[in-house]
T-cell receptor
Framework: QKEVEQDPGPLSVPEGAIVSLNCTYS??????FMWYRQYSRKGPELLMY????GNKEDGRFTAQVDKSSKYISLFIRDSQPSDSATYLC??????????FGTGTSLTVIP | GAVVSQHPSWVICKSGTSVKIECRSL??????MFWYRQFPKQSLMLMAT?????????EQGVEKDKFLINHASLTLSTLTVTSAHPEDSSFYIC???????????FGSGTRLTVV
């Protein structure tokens, strides 16, 4: 079983839609949870970082962590064509070694 | 914010030659640097972890004699792919951080094509 599972998509939504991206994991020791955005042929860019459980909001982005279900989510409100990218979840127990999902490819259609 | 510069962004080399990729932290001192490899539509795969001034720690299955990592200073790490073969063609990404910078900052990646 992989440490982190993420549906690769692709996911296609109309502009303005709410996007929900999810990852599940198996290691209950994970306590650092990150979401990265990666444009084609570029390195990942950190979007959201959450420690332990709970919600975190930053502009149009909301990250949720449910440690009891080993499930994390990233919500994008009022999605824009510029949000079209691959979104990677990553998590860590110690803050040093990270385990990445395979990424979900998102296209926002104008 | 923290910036990591990776160079070159793409390189094409002949089979059997060596290629060096540089990763620099521009505005902070990176005590730890990671090197990843990414195949199309696949996740980032950690290749090795390097701490400044010490030998890199390689993940299982990664040949340390083929992928030479040097982290001689707090702002520079290099990955040298020696005797490259077509199967080494991939997207290589570094990330750099400090002990308190959870999440780390990624470079822009290097697309290596071996012909």
């Amino acid at each position: 079983q992989k440490e982190v599972e993420q549906d690769p998509g692709p996911l296609s939504v109309p502009e303005g839609a709410i996007v929900s991206l999810n990852c599940t994991y198996s290691n209950s020791a994970f306590q650092y949870f990150m979401w990265y955005r990666q444009y084609s042929r570029k390195g990942p860019e950190l979007l959201m970082y959450t420690y332990s459980s709970g919600n975190k909001e930053d502009g149009r982005f909301t990250a949720q962590v449910d440690k009891s279900s080993k499930y994390i989510s990233l919500f994008i409100r009022d999605s824009q064509p510029s949000d079209s990218a691959t979104y990677l979840c990553a998590m860590s127990a110690s803050g040093n070694q990270f385990y990445f999902g395979t990424g979900t490819s998102l296209t926002v259609i104008p | 914010g923290a910036v990591v510069s990776q160079h070159p962004s793409w390189v094409i080399c002949k089979s059997g030659t060596s290629v060096k990729i540089e990763c620099r932290s521009l505005d902070f001192q990176a005590t730890t640097m990671f090197w990843y490899r990414q195949f199309p539509k696949q996740s980032l795969m950690l290749m090795a972890t390097s701490n400044e001034g010490s030998k890199a720690t390689y993940e299982q299955g990664v040949e340390k004699d083929k992928f030479l990592i040097n982290h001689a200073s707090l702002t520079l790490s290099t990955l040298t792919v020696t005797s490259a073969h077509p199967e080494d063609s991939s997207f290589y990404i570094c990330s750099a951080g400090t002990a308190t910078n959870y999440g780390y900052t990624f470079g822009s990646g290097t697309r290596l094509t071996v012909v």
